[in-house]
């Protein structure tokens, strides 16, 4: 028995990275899934997949900044995989530039996708489930809803403005049985981070100021969106879940504070704590 036996989920961004490796954990758990994506390549791989093992799935290319295309595909999904349980918005960008040097398109481009895109979704799916009485979605939101980051003006107001959807729809939606969270990431591998962050910059701060040392991988990610889709998670609703290696935990890192922090006292009362 899987934990989304006979249940449909919708999931947006899907063609790859998070989005797919969301697709591939509900599925292994026993959910039906409708997949969205611009990048037609990508579901079509994903669908060849879920196919080879009988997962039921419903793949459509949209742009989730058309309202209607979503709530299209919310329709069609219920028609050929039966009522939704939950949808996970995962479709995302990033357009890293100095606030000041920011290009209008840039910032529009951003806040379409990650943060109106997600409304949409969230909008379309959560009408289906409303009607249903029940249902869960999981946003995912980042560390940058969590503080500000140079160079991503667009971004952490996409993500923090994410934290005020999830939360808000949680308070408007719990009543009624449908629950919503939001998972953080820090650093996750996928397409995204790496063609968009320097290899310098992933090794010499991300990295140093994690205490897991690593980034995520998107299975990672899933696993933690799957618990709170899940009847584990009954009773979470509104959380933000750090999914972050302890990044959030502290501040000083290890090559500019901790290592020196961590010696024992010249008194010797370090090393007898
Ligand atoms: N990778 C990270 O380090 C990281 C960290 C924190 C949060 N996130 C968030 O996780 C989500 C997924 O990121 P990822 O790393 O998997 O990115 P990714 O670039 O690997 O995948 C994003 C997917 O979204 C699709 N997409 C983009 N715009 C779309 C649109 N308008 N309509 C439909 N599909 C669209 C892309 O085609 C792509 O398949 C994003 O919201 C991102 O902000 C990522």
């Known amino acids: 028995m899987g934990r989304f036996d006979g249940r449909a989920f919708l999931v947006t961004g899907a063609a790859r990275g998070i989005g797919a490796a969301v697709a591939r954990r509900l599925a292994e758990e026993g959910a039906a899934i409708a997949a969205a994506d611009l990048d037609h390549q990508g579901l079509v791989g994903l669908q060849e997949e879920l196919d080879a093992r009988g997962t039921p799935v419903l793949t459509r290319v949209l742009d989730t900044r058309s309202p209607e295309d979503v709530a299209r ?4 999904a219920e028609g050929d995989l039966g009522p939704l349980w939950g949808a996970v918005p995962c479709a995302g960008i990033a357009r890293a530039s100095p606030a000041e040097l920011m290009p209008d398109d ?7 996708v990650n943060l109106t895109g997600v409304f949409f979704t969230c909008r379309a799916a959560g009408r289906a ?3 249903h009485g029940r249902g869960a979605i999981v946003t995912i939101a980042s560390i ?3 503080g500000g980051q140079p160079g991503r003006a667009n971004y952490a107001a996409s993500k923090w403005g994410l934290i005020g959807l999830t939360k808000t729809l949680a308070t408007e939606w719990g009543r009624r049985g449908v629950r919503v969270n939001a998972v953080a990431p820090n650093g996750v591998d996928t397409p995204m981070i790496r063609d ?3 290899a310098h910059f992933l090794e010499g701060v991300m990295l140093d100021r994690t205490p897991l040392g690593r980034l995520a991988r998107p299975e990672e990610i899933a696993a933690a969106a799957a618990f709170l889709l899940s009847d584990d ?3 979470v609703n509104g959380a933000v879940l750090a999914v972050d290696g302890g990044l959030t935990a502290g501040f000083l890192t290890r090559e500019q504070g901790a290592d020196f922090a ?7 009362s370090g090393a007898k704590a």
Request: charge should be neutral.
């Open 262 to 268: 961590m010696k024992p006292s010249p008194t010797g």
């Open 129 to 131: 489930m409303l009607s």
């Open 233 to 235: 998670a009954a009773y």
């Open 73 to 76: 595909f919310v329709a069609a």
């Open 196 to 198: 968009g962050i320097p």
């Open 106 to 112: 840039d910032w529009a481009a951003v806040i379409g």
């Open 144 to 146: 940058t809803a969590l």
